[in-house]
């Protein structure tokens, strides 16, 4: 079975700073994906960014990027020049992938991240 | 394009009632999930469907809950009795061939 593990449970940040967000995870298997999913407050839980274990380069969405350390068993996310909008709840999610769109997500507990004007 | 809907989107029972949690996935996704997270507790997952088929269910916590889809199309997730340990937050997601799509989620509070 996969365990995902987020070791920081609350983190704050000023604003326009960077801020790192810690993720290891337990798997046998050598083919997955990792995620890191976003719920700001009362609102639903959106993608921010995937990393399939494949690949040796570290994904990026703009702001947002991985430092994913496959031998470590790491997946960290980086946020760069913090906005207040980044205020939320992110969970580190693993998956195995069966094909046709089919993932079942194991979670961390999540780490809440308050962006401080 | 319409996201993932749940509704209600906070629930109140007392022990022993019933409560039907309903999920409108995005249009054409063939595959649902139900996930909940338990207060301080890991978002756990709870069954998955393919169209109107139950692929996995072996998060489903007891026959308690009882998850349907009907035509493939929405889904709804009864819980009957409901039991103190089982608030939370439900949530339902839905994919085609890429990454889950997630609801606001259902908060069940059960006193």
């Known amino acids: 079975a996969q365990t995902v593990t987020q070791s920081q449970p609350e983190m704050s940040v000023q604003e326009a700073e960077t801020v790192t967000l810690s993720c290891t995870y337990d798997?046998?298997?050598?083919?997955?994906?990792l995620f890191w999913y976003k719920q700001p407050p009362s609102r639903q839980m959106i993608l921010v960014i995937r990393?399939?274990?494949?690949?040796?380069q570290n994904a990026t969405e703009n702001r947002f990027s991985v430092n994913f350390q496959k031998a470590a068993k790491s997946f960290s996310l980086k946020i760069s020049d913090s906005q207040l909008g980044d205020t939320a709840m992110y969970f580190c999610?693993?998956?195995?992938?069966?094909?046709?769109?089919?993932?079942?997500?194991?979670f961390g507990k999540g780490t809440k991240l308050s962006v401080i004007p | 394009e319409a996201g993932v809907t749940q509704f209600p989107s906070h629930s109140v029972i007392e022990k022993g009632q019933t409560v039907t949690l309903r999920c409108d996935p995005i249009?054409?996704?063939?595959?649902l999930y139900w996930y909940r997270r338990v207060m301080g507790k890991e978002i756990k997952f709870l069954l998955h469907?393919?169209?109107?088929?139950?692929?996995?269910e072996s998060g489903m916590p007891n026959n308690r809950f009882l998850a349907e889809r009907t035509g493939g199309t929405y889904s709804t997730l009864k819980v009957q009795p409901a039991e103190l340990e089982d608030s939370g937050v439900y949530f339902c997601?839905?994919?085609?061939?890429?990454?889950?799509?997630f609801g606001a989620g259902s908060r069940l509070t059960v006193l």
């Open positions: 997601a839905s994919s085609h061939s890429g990454p889950l799509t």
């Open positions: 798997t046998s298997e050598n083919n997955y994906y």
């Open positions: 990393q399939e274990a494949y690949k040796q």
């Open positions: 999610a693993f998956s195995l992938y069966s094909g046709a769109g089919s993932y079942q997500l194991t």
């Open positions: 249009s054409g996704h063939d595959n």
């Open positions: 469907f393919v169209k109107e088929s139950k692929q996995d």
